[in-house]
């Protein structure tokens, strides 16, 4: 077989196509059991009030620090370079709330709908510069420029200087096309990154998602709490486009009134958007838009450990897991600490137990394994964006990348997802350990939802590091069929970016120690191997890899 050889950082040979992993050694010594209890109070201190929601650029998310790296350094971890940490520089924006105003009026009247209630609003441009747009609303249905699937949303006369509104979510799969846009499973398109961005490129004045709870994932509650109080960016790339000057999400409610007014119906606007042949509707409707900022430069951190390989040290496997939430912010229920229990206090305690488990072997593994507790990555995955741009060693020299966010807190499951396993040959590494642990690895319970894209893993599979992200199971061992899709629902629609995701003494941690042993299992036989897992063919971040050569 043929693999990938590292010189320095230098790749000097290229990687095997559709050759299996490595059979696990069955030599290898058994790693330190994961504690069930530690992983439970670890959770139970980074989500308490003491640690004010974990909020970046917050005193929460400072203590967040500190515990993980003195965590890290008791494991028996090595700081990078010198240091537990890796800083992120950010730019904190926030609205103030009686500047900010969106009006919508065409020939059949004038919609100003409610901050917070209906509509937020956000500066693009983190320069603090106060915004005020007076432009014409044009309908881009979902706001793709698709090429190599033969979709343009924005056609030849352009839409420059114009307030884009937007779908949410990739264009509905049709009956003689039903891969299209990866059929049922949200592709990056889908993403609303993806969709601003876009705005961006196009030099669009402003750019509006409509909301809608289905199709989201999430409920009206999510983007309100999300996007009010401080919003944080990387610095602007003075390579890339210019800013849009806002950015915002409307109802569905905002966005057939502001239609209505335009003479123009939401849902036929919509079934027409679905279509391969759509070209954008100018409305007819003036936008006025205003909002004033203030901003400050924000520094947070990523907390970084190694454990340096035996024999090929600069090879790496990186181990992710964010520790951030949402701070302190708007109250709900009288409530305004955002503490994240299962998001992602859970997924910081089960990393900092992996990082134990792997550090206290009786010998190093060949390759080396780098924790990273990625900050900000509700902000839009700010830590792990920043990491790619920054990273502590070569992407080049990275194996692979494993993630965790969110560990489970209700009991053992017969199933298990692993996002991306169907991508690159990592997914056989995971099926081989799944299948000794009588595990049954299932596809992702809500691909509509484009989960693979939302978390701290996908700026390393955009830059081409094949990547995996543990995520638990559905079929809880003991349960009635359905329990724990009631759980996941009940947590989404109530808990999910709200206050009320607090520690519970409900929680149980034999299911994060099954999710974790899996994840370990893998990581290990990773670093053991010397296997170069690479994406399938079609993989669209394929070519990013096949660059680093």
């Known amino acids: 077989m043929n693999r990938v050889r590292l010189a320095g950082s230098t790749l000097v040979a290229l990687s095997v196509f559709g050759c299996g992993p490595d059979a696990p050694d069955a030599d290898q010594p058994e790693p330190p059991a994961l504690s069930g209890e530690r992983i439970l109070a670890d959770t139970r201190t980074l989500s308490s009030d003491d640690f004010l929601g974990r909020g970046p650029g917050q005193a929460g998310g400072d203590l967040a620090v500190s515990f993980i790296a003195d965590a890290f350094e008791k494991a028996g971890l090595e700081p990078v370079d010198g240091s537990w940490t890796q800083s992120v520089p950010m730019i904190g924006t926030t609205s103030d709330p009686s500047s900010v105003r969106l009006s919508l009026q065409g020939e059949g009247g004038t919609v100003e709908p409610t901050y917070l209630d209906d509509f937020v609003l956000n500066a693009g441009d983190p320069a603090g510069d106060p915004v005020e747009v007076d432009a014409e609303l044009v309908f881009v249905g979902y706001g793709i420029d698709a090429p190599e699937n033969g979709w343009d949303d924005f056609g030849d006369d352009g839409v420059e200087g114009k307030v884009l509104l937007i779908l949410v ?7 003689d096309d039903p891969e299209r846009f990866g059929g049922v499973a949200m592709t990056y398109y889908g993403r609303w990154t993806y969709k601003y961005e876009q705005a961006a490129r196009v030099g669009a004045a402003g750019a509006l998602i409509v909301h809608e709870t289905e199709p989201a994932g999430y409920p009206w509650s999510v983007v309100r709490g999300g996007w009010s109080g401080e919003q944080f960016a990387l610095p602007p790339d003075p390579q890339g486009p210019a800013p849009v000057p806002f950015l915002g999400w409307v109802s569905r409610e905002t966005a057939g009134e502001a239609l209505a007014v335009g003479g123009l119906d939401f849902e036929e606007l919509k079934q027409a958007a679905a279509s391969r042949d759509f070209q954008p509707v100018a409305t007819g409707v003036q936008v006025g838009a205003v909002v004033e900022s203030t901003t400050r430069e924000v520094a947070t951190q990523n907390v970084v450990g190694m454990i340096p390989g035996d024999t090929r040290p600069e090879e ?88 965790v966010d969110g560990a489970n807190l209700w009991g053992e499951t017969s199933d298990v997802i692993v996002h991306g396993a169907e991508r690159s040959g990592l997914g056989a590494f995971a099926r081989i350990r799944a299948n000794e642990m009588d595990l049954t690895i299932v596809p992702d319970a809500e691909p509509e939802k484009g989960l693979f894209f939302r978390s701290d893993h996908f700026p390393f599979a955009l830059a081409g590091v094949p990547s995996l992200w543990f995520e638990h199971g559905r079929r809880y061992r003991g349960r009635p069929e359905g329990w724990g899709d009631s759980i996941q629902t009940e947590y989404t629609a109530l808990h999910y970016h709200a206050p009320s995701d607090q520690f519970s003494d409900e929680f149980v941690s034999e299911g994060a120690v099954q999710q974790g042993r899996l994840a370990l299992l893998t990581i290990l036989d990773l670093a053991q191997s010397e296997e170069w897992p690479e994406w399938v063919d079609g993989s669209e971040f394929k070519a990013a890899r096949e660059a680093m050569r």
Do not use: C, K, M
């Open 316 to 403: 790496v496997i990186t181990v992710t897991a964010h520790y951030d939430h949402f701070g302190v912010g708007e109250a709900i229920d009288g409530d305004s600490i955002y503490n994240g229990a299962y998001d992602n206090a859970s997924g910081t305690a089960l990393l900092i137990e992996l990082a134990r488990s792997i550090a206290g072997l009786e010998s190093a593994p060949d390759r080396s394994v780098l924790f990273i507790a990625t900050a900000a990555e509700e902000q839009g995955l700010l830590g792990a964006a920043w990491y790619i741009q920054s990273p502590l060693v070569p992407l080049a020299s990275t194996v692979a990348e494993v993630n």
């Open 169 to 175: 979510n990739d264009p509905p799969a049709p009956a």
